[in-house]
């Protein structure tokens, strides 16, 4: 260690395209001491990715009009180490299977907190007498929430290609484009 020199945290990126959720679990983060870099796109996550390489990643399962699933492969093929927690706030059993199998470590409903974060990541400097309680959503996950993480599933399987995931989906490739760019939050 070179003397003088402050040793820096690693990196943590966090990926969410919800800028109030970016900002708080950054200020959070950062008053715990770590080193949070945001993105809001997976292309600036990516950039980001290989400019700060981090140790971590919190990675939204709706990032704009895109997956967060996509983002877990081009993260890992940076570092196949790091260690990416998935958030969404509406779960369901294929998105997270999906999420497992491309290399996310965890996968969190929100609302979830700083310290659950960090428990998921196995983060030492949590507090030794916090217990975290699993997040359970209140409310049933609408339809076309369900229809939009099928989509994308079936397209993850598909390699992003929409006529592929079209066809296996039986439905036309325009019809599928149409309900890919609705928001998931919406009807």
């Not at 690693?10 to 200020?27: E, G, K, S, V």
């Not at 939204?60 to 492969?73: T, V």
């Not at 229809?147 to 439905?171: D, F, P």
Request: aromatic letters at 4%; proline letters at 6%; charged letters at 20%.
């Amino acid at each position: 260690m070179i003397p003088g020199k402050i040793l820096e945290m690693p990196a943590i990126l966090i990926a969410d395209d919800d800028q109030l959720f970016l900002h708080t679990l950054a200020t959070s983060l950062r008053k715990k001491g770590f080193n949070p870099v945001t993105a809001d796109t997976i292309v600036k996550a990516t950039a980001l990715q290989q400019k700060h390489q981090p140790a971590s990643a919190v990675v939204d399962l709706k990032i704009g009009s895109e997956s967060g699933l996509r983002l877990i492969p081009l993260l890992r093929s940076f570092n196949p180490n790091i260690e990416i927690i998935v958030l969404t706030g509406y779960a369901s059993i294929a998105t997270a299977v999906s999420a497992i199998k491309l290399g996310a470590k965890d996968y969190l409903c929100k609302p979830v907190d700083t310290l659950q974060i960090l428990s998921a990541l196995n983060i030492s400097k949590l507090q030794p007498d916090h217990e975290q309680c699993p997040v359970i959503p209140e409310a049933r996950m609408p339809v076309y929430q369900l229809e939009w993480e099928y989509l994308q599933k079936v397209l993850l399987e598909h390699n992003g290609n929409i006529s592929a995931a079209a066809r296996s989906l039986g439905m036309h490739r325009r019809t599928l484009q149409r309900k890919l760019n609705k928001r998931s939050g919406s009807r």
